[in-house]
């Protein structure tokens, strides 16, 4: 779209309807809409062909609600991550509109469901590693992305994992979440050959370190295939995966 | 070919051409061969569509040339990481058909050329990042993969990654391989939809701790789509690639 | 001032109308206001030529109101940093002169205007680094600096830094704020020829370690030009800004 | 044996042969051998039932000659760990008797094989592991323990794990080295109810910092049943699993 | 139970009675309960002859509540940690069967008593370390061993140890909790030739940096025959005891 | 009183008035009282002559009550540290004899002063960190120490120091209390020849790391006479003084 | 000079001489020089106005030449920083004009002088922090910036200082480095009205951590107008301070 | 001596003798020796009453003869720490009546005995801390300083110290130098009234992290009395135990 618009002005200007500074100064104003305190980027759906998200802690009420409103203008979907319900009922105050999960704690608007675009085998060790497993399903699923859920399947019962082999290369990308010891990703990048993305959690105590001991784990995984994310950040592992999908459906 | 003589054996037991037991007996000791002091694992192999890779370091002459002629009569590509010089010397006085790619710091064996597969476009932000690059461009040939190499664009100088743009979304995947602060990766994620490949490396002195600063840069990256290896892991990388771009062609 | 009493002490000496352990005593005496708990150090200004500041957190009312009301008596400009809003009510009703910023959680008097000093580019690279830019503008403002708000220009959409390059250059010094891999720094000061000064701020989760990935990433910048302060130090960057502004001025 | 003179020496004060005093001197001589530098402590062998164990590096060599000499006349084993074999090879130009084991790095002597006690599985994840694994070996036999060396049997390939069971299940006690993301510890404790000792190695590079990665694992795993010991420390491993072979006995 | 439920299905196999291919879909079946977030592993109690173990914090009450009657239904003995009492009392209200430890904070349910297997002796440094023991000695008399609690006979006051050296003898294995400095389990492994479970607890403040440097003291043991777990982690100094008084048993 | 103790039980033994197993029981009961949960330690104070000391936080309100009671049976002066005043007024209710000093937050009793044994300068860089400098001089002052306050003395307006050069040197021991980059005592220890012991405190934010900062720069002081406690640690400060000022005295 | 060119092109455009396209390829050709592995970027002295700098480990010798002679060939002065002599000795056989500053470890050429700058006052706490002065020294000389040199004057003497004063306060710009504490910076700071550049070493052992010590107490400093760089880099002093002076003389 | 001389200084300023400013001048230059690198400060020797001391790593050979030589123009003692064998020999060279301790790693010179100041016991936990306990007892006793050295009495074997009870108890101060858990500093300070300065070593490896574990351990003693060094600081252990002796003898 803002393609379109760029070259028509080059056109323009080609043509000698447009002088270079008008055409400069109608170039520089396309993209960036601004908010006094944010530049939103509208330019990045295009590049990058994915939702608009927000990081929701550390924001004001009147910022988050000027940039959902600003996003919703220009977008088909947009996710607010790490959200407390109590920032989403005073959002939802003013933009009715939006949705909310309380177990990924996003905060959501979609004008329309995208296209699929392929599937994902998402792990969990635990129980309690739910939570940011479901952050990078409800991301996944609003991106168009299928999502096949094998939770609670870690090492310490591995013959569990076993039974699940099947979902797991049916997927094009396996995404695994873990806290603890964090040494499932490394399990399951040695039963199959798909790219998996490791996802550490705070889950545990103690030396875990809030979650420094399962990232340092699935960094020096002595298996092959697996790039981490950061500790808690289900967004990023859905991010990569909507990438690798792209790539492939491209 | 393991899995047709799997049928073999279950359809002789059907038929009663054999016992259980010895059904049982047969496919325990079909796929490890048994060198002492490690179980090479030839399964890995076909399970995971990758070369057999040795990781040099700690390990003994002896250990070595045994890994290694194991591993030649089984896979049709043999990657060593990590290895000095001194050591392919010693390697390639008992097995002359290894090669060594010195700045990589790769040994090598491959019978025959694998089948192309996709192409990866690597960056370094530095010159010193080299070595592990070229660690992840070694392995990535020896899998058949195209490497467009892009070296040397760091953020300090950022305009100089413009110009390569075209480059990075030619490719189905990107390694970004970076030391001191690691900031090119977010960069480089927030110019394209294509799937990053962060690598830190542990060039750098005083607070960069080996790495470490790099790294965190990394996994806290505020671009969505990037997954991280371990620090100077250019062949995680390269593996990681390889599992991308195995799903997408499948 | 004070050096003017100093030499008239020496001259009354010079004189004889002073003895020397006289003099000693009331050269002694001159700077120090003894508030029982806290030296105030009215000499600083001088030496300084920069507004009282108080660390707020972890002092006592009664000592805050002290420390205030004695600084108030001796200098023009006087600021409380990192101030809750209820400490700031307390102290009002103490002291109904003050005055509250809330967002740069920054309490202030201020007799009357400095002279203009300079002007700073005031950069962040995400919404949610504000509240501590903001703690860096207000005390400019109390300084008497100019200060050019430009926020939420991080690394991962960078064309948006770029239609900025005006404002940043136009000013004498530039201070960027950012969080999670805290790479704009880097990008800025491979920009400009300006004195950049990097605050890393405590925005992010997980590895980002409450901002020591940001400090090391600025800290390991391999671009030249750049100081770096304490995490979520706005204040800090305001008093070096300050300094530079004065050297130049000088 | 001093339990015997201790209680004749009450004896003798009981039937008045021996007053307080001088009883009081008795016993205090009675364990300990003064070298000067070093207070070497022969009840502890009566404790522990252990052989006499010594760290080598940082001592000089007339240190060493002088504790090892001491611990041969009253110990029928002697165990020095972490020894070079430049140190073993001066050592015993004055102790001919000494032996060494390469592999291991243990420097050891033996007047007679003690009593068989157990049996112990020792399970590595890597080839690079193997010289700790054979420090717990060495250690152990030379304590009279059976080892069963299991090597090579990572993660990665989990299934060369699953041959092993029964290996792992006949043993009193099972230790696991493991590097890297440290992870079979607790994978081999959710196959056996056998109490599993976990060995930490150095074996790795980048963010495993020298097996801080592969211990945080261990202490965090999600598995009951395993104590941790040191990185590197295939003695400490021996030494926990005699005293529980003992306990065994007892 | 399964071992012979699975013999019976081998037997039809053989008899004919069952086709391969209805056998495995048979077994694969057995062993699991989908619970849709959490596969329950029963398998692990007969692997591990242990009670079934939940780690409380981080699951919602619906998932605590269909896991514990899950778990109720397939063992004798069900023990969650780490659980507060406010979550206790809600979940008492869905299953009045429960009861609670509030010093060990623990969660438990037994349907009969086990056979006494073994005697520990439980030792603390400090009156704040015994939360940490009590944790420890809930599980172990859950699991029937006894547990002889020695506490507050820290080094300090090292003398207090030496009163109880008979007790600690007298026990099969020996669990020491302590935080500040982590000393304990050094001193008391030099005095007795028992297997030494150390505990660090997060008790201190400064730069005990919430149990690490007990946890590294710990680890750094001069002392022989001592295994650590997590810090805080009386559950796991449990199940190590539980493992080694099994291992006697057999 | 106890050695008297001693001795007559020893004469007894040689006066045959006592068999030796009766002997030993009676010495093995003397010194320690049997709270159930703490063995206190009226040796203690014997071998130390010093207060008893109890850190409060993790103890429950029963258990707080019980020592205190028993250490008041035995001691002429208690100290309950780091407690909060709402600890204190459920201890009072029970001990109506407590006192509290809420600054220093210290819980103490004492039957009659002690003679006075020296005296103490104590110095703090800044106004926040007279909390922990209470905490010290409270404990001071219960020992019969002298205490010469001189708070908010810190480095970044040295000349207030000069001032109070006199008052350092005339004091035995020095405490300097410090928090953010702790540079105080390297700068006191230069211009005294007393012994300084470095107090670092938590005070700071972002790369303070809770008192980390002050902790390092504290060790590493260029300046010889230094003697270290744990952040925080007023107490610490305290007893270590005391130990100074009994050995200048003994 | 290159804004020049651009205007050229710009007007070429406008009076139709050019067409867009041969235009964009123009501009886009003109600023980098491709060598193969590294894109030199010459707009970057022009942004910066400051002298190329190659950071020199890691590199090989063949890609060091290649920068070095680019440089030469582009810039009136080349710096390379971190350089052990003998990489400068082989560097020397293939470029003769190359020159060497042994304690600052600096290979160096220069086409010609600068016009001088302005005047930086350097401070070392120690001798042992020399080196990186002279880092820092060579820097700011080659670049026209007049250096005054006062050595030794850490604050375990801290009259020495006061000495210096004057020579500190008649410079724009003041860098100090310091090891072990890092206490030096917030002294001198407490004392000037310029701008300190705090420059953490390496030096000390133990707790200095590499310099970790030293940089955490000048990021925690409690005097205002400090910035610090990356441990060791003298160089980025001499950057920061040559951005400050560039600013003060524009 | 410097004290006398101002005194007339001054009292050729009150007769009128010498004006005010060459008065100044005067006192200014007294204290201090140009070096060039370093400014030496003979004050310290009256502040502090102790010998000069030189860290000798990072200083080059020429600036080592500088230093030793004006400070044996000076002082009555000259002590080098840390100096490599062949620093010494290089020295001694130029300096002939240098002295070296190897075991300690010191350089000193001496011109004559001091006087008698008191008696310090030296403890350490093992064979392997001796080299640290005799930079401390060198030092001490070129400062008239009787050491009783008190070697290899660990915790591993507790009972080894309490033979020695009694030389604890006749020294004035109580040196204990531990590496690997750091424990014995608890213990001693649990059994003697005197102060206990605690020093760490670097003997250990894996998680004792270079003396770290050691360090942290002594920190978090909950034994009150104890000062802590930095990490392998004899000099330091010894330097505060001169300045308790001082204020002991004052």
Known sequence: MDQERIRT??????????????AYVKLKNLPFENLGFACLDH??????????????PGKELEQLVAIFQAMMHSSQTVIGTKADIMVFRQLRDKIPELRYHDRARIIYW????????????????GTSDIPIAEEAAVCLELMGVQVQRVFDVGVAGIHRLFDKIGVI????VVIVVAGMEGALPSVVAGLTRR????????VGYGASFHGMAA??????SCAG????????NGYGAAALSFAILNSIKA
């Open 9 to 22: 002005i080059l056109r323009e200007v080609k043509n000698q309807d447009l002088d270079v500074e008008a």
């Open 43 to 56: 330019h990045r759906e295009m590049r990058k062909n994915m939702p608009e998200v927000v990081y929701c």
């Open 110 to 125: 979609q004008e329309k469901k995208p296209a699929t675009l392929g599937q994902v085998a998402l792990l969990t060790a």
């Open 169 to 172: 290369n049916e997927a094009q």
């Open 195 to 202: 790219p998996v993305i490791a996802v550490p959690t705070s």
């Open 215 to 220: 990232l340092l784990a699935m960094l020096n």
């Open 225 to 232: 295939g697996i790039g981490v994310v950061n500790i808690d």
